[in-house]
């Protein structure tokens, strides 16, 4: 790891500015070490060449024009996000060789404040997954080893690719999704911070869809500033967008405070599940004890729906991918596989060639529960349900600010460990209930496990309180002194 | 509130048989061999199974949540500001003949 | 309320036909309901089709004002109810001209509700009137076009249609009859077209009609219904139903039953048949759209689209009955909106109601269908037609003289004042010059004289006749008359 590919992107920007060193340094270096970590598989697609153009372009710009906020930092792209020219494949196979004639507008805003791209990044088949294993070219591996053991680990998921890049220093920050954990899950396996914004904050407009009333973009970064530094560059009102929120972007770098004196934390007493490992029960009750010592009172919630969480979430989700992934028809773009004679044939066909198992399964569920017959029993009960678990979360903020969890029920597990898809979906237990609420929500490390493993603690915050979420964050960061980083094996 | 036990699964209330899959797959034009549907068959009943304990939620009188931010639709004005891109449209296209899509013919 | 005998007389006797309609009318915007493409007629092949319109990954549908705003105004026009919140719905199929792989509709929370249209089923009499049901009325988005003919082996897909507003009217099943559909459907059309929500033009296709028939004893239970997709012409429409009735009625009582289904009418061969390749394993799978959010219409906008709607086909039909016209002309005038605004505007030029009415009946929708011109583009302004209706009003010509002034305003436009002054067809009804043609043509005629002073008053025409003859035809008439029966005395 080069010196600057071990800097935040805070530090990045700040030498860059001050002539430290030039924007091609930077590039180059993150360039080289992406073409060196290509073991971790973390890439679906590298763009050197387009890194050192905005590199040049920064380089030419300082001193004389204004600086964007990002100028000379390149970030890892998750392949979710249509970038104009550039595959864009949602890790599926029924987008092959998709090049998008557009700009999704999260990375339209990157790009405007200056950074550049490295690449796309790797990802579980159109975000369906928590270990980045449905991917079509083959899962990430985590930089992250067991002490003493050489077993390939999960980066988690969806954002695998994004998890990976950070976390091995390849990238400086990277772009994320999360539907239902797909940024706090692989943030927390692989020790590094993600916030997923209340929903409508970033633009959905060039994201490749999954489930549209939950996908919301997010940062993956080493730090909470950094993250505060992406996701006010990628936020925004989109009028392309029709659940866009059409509110000023807040200056949450600069609101960066640690001081939580009169916050009140909630503990969420449904969360306490004896089947978590005490490790991480551990963690939890000493993330409480760092906030508390930062001013905050912990005082202990009921979200009484949360145990139905994960099952209503598997009822939406899936009925809205299922529509959302019926454009990929073989006609207007990416894999067309011709059936023995009809249309039909050529769509089933298709369809069949282009995406993968758990793709397929969720289809297949989405179907099920919106067809004739099933719709109220499964679909409308879950709205209700949904209705409910949001009810749960405007109660526990009238009587707290912050609510404090595990972010996930495990530490990273080993690739190819974990075979029954049930048993795969347990894994965001702790972040999906904030997703079905659209409250902002993050995963900050917390510490290691006893093989050596980050776990992360979890943050969710009222809707639009976005720096309630990175306050609570960074009090944590500055208290948990967490700077572990993967051994080198790449 | 019964203690939080994610990882029992409920058990399967509804059910579903090799034909019914075959006609979800039919539906959702995935081309599936027997053998995939009869892999699918415990696998979608194992998680039909588990979503089902939803029906023990008492859901009297409450209004499905569909929209997750309570904001009003926004609406357009009656502008042309698109189009005259054909060659975007079709530059993906794994068939295009004509400035047309080109697919197997379709019997109506 | 006029029940009509409509009957089709099976080996079991009198069967009653139900109709009901669903009506596919494409609303009248520059850019289509939820992109910014344009929604101009007969463009090249996806050329106005936006990256949204194609289903490109990530893109995003945001509703178009005017669309909303136009459905608001027809479904107010019909004194339907107006749900100031509705929503939008999934409706999910494949199908080559559907890129996004479902339709965006409104099933559970239509934006306009129950109304109803009165349609004439005999234009001379006002109390052949009859109220037919509107279920409802949702905005969705069109489809593209599939060509069969382009290629042996593949079908081509052009998305320029795709993703243009449609309105959906759904009638209730109240029509018994294939004129009573036909003219609703005509109604209909009218109503549109004077809103200003749709061209009504079927021929390019925006306004298609599902068209639902079953058949039953007559005031029995509702028999099975076949639904017939996109007949683009009222007469098909009447062809449909007439065809489909009796398709069923054979049906049955060769020991059949009808399978609900939906149907393809072929023109050519004035026939339906069963469209199973689009029928087998439907399942729409509606669900809210999650792009999208509930639509909240507040007051303001209500009253923009209520304060801008025209004064439509029944209130114009009976003011101008009320003008003393006949119900007759009353009903052709008001038909078609170009027709009802020209006329409108001819009155308000001064023309006597009555005269005019039967003027633009009789004499200038003569001369339009000589000349083949719709009366947008009459060569006869308003204005002009008023000041030649006047000159006949003051006497200053004859009506058979104002045929002849019509006749050259046609040729060659000009004021008819102008013309009569130019062509001297002033009328005269100075005595003294009519005195002395009598007294010459009487001189020239005095065996007639005699006989019909004996009695032979037959011959008084033909007197007429001569004078007006010796007069050109600009002679007042009834002074003829009068001076003529003065001498003959
Ligand atoms: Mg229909
Ligand atoms: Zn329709």
Known sequence: MSELTSKTIAELRDGFDSGDFSAREIAEDFNAAVAGARALNAFTVETPDDALACADAADQARGKDKLGALAGIPLGIKDLFATKGVDSTAGSHILKGFKPPYESTVTANLRRAGAGMLGKLNMDEFAMGSSNETSHYGPVNSPWRRAGSNVALTPGGSSGGSAAAVAAGIVPGATGTDTGGSIRQPAAFTGICGIKPTYGRCSRWGVIAFASSLDQAGPMAKSIRDCAILLEAMAGFDPKDSTSLDLPVPKWEAGLSSDLKGKRVGIPKEYRIDEVPGEINALWDQGIEWLHDAGAEPIEISLPHTKYALPTYYIIAPAEASSNLARYDGVRYGLREIGVKSLDDMYGATRAAGFGEEVKRRIMIGTYVLSAGFYDAYFTKAQKVRALIKQDFRKAFEQCDIILTPTAPSAAFGLGETTDPLAMYLNDVFAVPASLAGLPAMSVPGGLDSNGLPLGLHLIGNECDEQGVLNAGLAIEDRAGFTARPEKWW | ?108 | MVVTDYRITGDTGEWEVVVGLEVHAQVTSDAKLFSGAATEFGAEPNTQVSLVDAAMPGMLPVPNRECIRQAVRTGMAIGAKINAWSRFDRKNYFYADLPQGYQISQLYHPIVGEGEIEILLDDKDENSGKMIGVERIHVEQDAGKLMHDQHPTMSYVDLNRCGVALMEIVSKPDMRSPAEAGAYVRKLRAILRYVGSCDGNMEEGSMRADVNVSVRKPGGELGTRTETKNVNSVRFVMAVIEGEAKRQVELIESGGAVAQETRLYDPDKNVTRSLRSKEDAHDYRYFPDPDLLPLELDDAFLEDCRASLPELPDAKRKRFEALGMSPYNAAVLTAEVETARWFDQLLDAGADPQQAANWVVAELFGALNRLGRSIADSPVTPAAAAALLALVADGTISGTISKKVFEIMLEHGGSPAEIVQREGLKQTSDPGEIDARIDEIFAANADKVDQYKAGKEALFGFFVGQVMKAMAGKANPQMVNERLKAKLS
Do not use: C, Y
Request: aromatic share 4%; glycine share 4%; hydrophobic share 45%.
């Open chain 2, 1 to 108: 509130m019964p203690p939080f036990r994610p990882f029992v699964i409920a058990l399967v209330a509804m059910s579903v048989n090799t034909d019914q899959v075959r006609h979800i797959a039919k539906l959702a034009r995935i081309a599936m061999s027997d053998e995939e549907l009869d892999r699918l068959v415990p696998e979608l009943n194992n998680i039909l199974g588990w979503v089902e304990q939803l029906a023990e939620v008492d859901t009297d009188g409450i209004e499905p949540l569909t929209a997750v931010i309570d904001l009003k639709q926004r609406l357009r004005d009656d502008v042309v500001t698109d189009g005259d891109i054909q060659s975007d449209i079709l530059a993906n296209a794994p068939g295009a003949q004509h400035g047309f899509f080109a697919v197997p013919k379709v019997i109506e």
